[in-house]
Nanobody, 126 residues
Framework: QVQLVESGGGLVQAGGSLRLSCAAS????????MGWFRQAPGKEREFVAG????????SYGDSVKGRFTISRDNARNAMYLQMNSLIAEDTAVYYC???????????????????WGQGTQVTVSS
C-alpha cells in the first residue's frame, strides 16, 4: 500500500505558474502508475495528467494540453505537475493518485486508481 501527500498549491494570478508535488511513502513509487486529477466546486473529478511507472509514457486532459507537464522521480518517490499559463478555470482541488499496473500503462479514469492523496487547493485569480 502507498500513501500520497500533495503539496505546492496556492493562490496565483492568471498567466502564472505553479508546481505541484506528490510524495509517495509505504512502497516505492516505481510500482505504481500515477496521475493527477482535479475537482472544482459542484463539478465532477476531472483527469488532468497521468504517467506510466517508468515515466516514459504520459497522457493529458484536453483542457491542460500544452500548458501542464507531468513528471516523476522514482528515486525520490515523487511525482510533479508543472502548471504554466494558468487560467481561472484551473481553480480546483488537485489530487494525486496511484495504482499498481503494467509498466507502460497510463490510466485516465478516476475509477482506475486505488490510492488518493488528500488534495491541495489551487486558486487562480483573474
Amino acid at each position: 500500500q502507498v500513501q500520497l501527500v500533495e503539496s505546492g498549491g496556492g493562490l496565483v494570478q492568471a498567466g502564472g505558474s505553479l508546481r505541484l508535488s506528490c510524495a509517495a511513502s509505504g512502497r516505492t513509487s516505481s510500482n505504481y502508475i500515477m496521475g493527477w486529477f482535479r475537482q472544482a466546486p459542484g463539478k465532477e473529478r476531472e483527469f488532468v495528467a497521468g504517467i506510466s511507472r517508468g515515466g516514459g509514457k504520459t497522457s493529458y486532459g484536453d483542457s491542460v494540453k500544452g500548458r501542464f507537464t507531468i513528471s516523476r522521480d522514482n528515486a525520490r518517490n515523487a511525482m510533479y505537475l508543472q502548471m504554466n499559463s494558468l487560467i481561472a478555470e484551473d481553480t480546483a482541488v488537485y489530487y494525486c493518485s496511484a495504482v499498481e499496473g503494467g509498466f507502460s500503462r497510463v490510466y485516465t479514469r478516476a475509477v482506475s486508481y486505488a490510492y488518493w492523496g488528500q488534495g491541495t487547493q489551487v486558486t487562480v485569480s483573474s
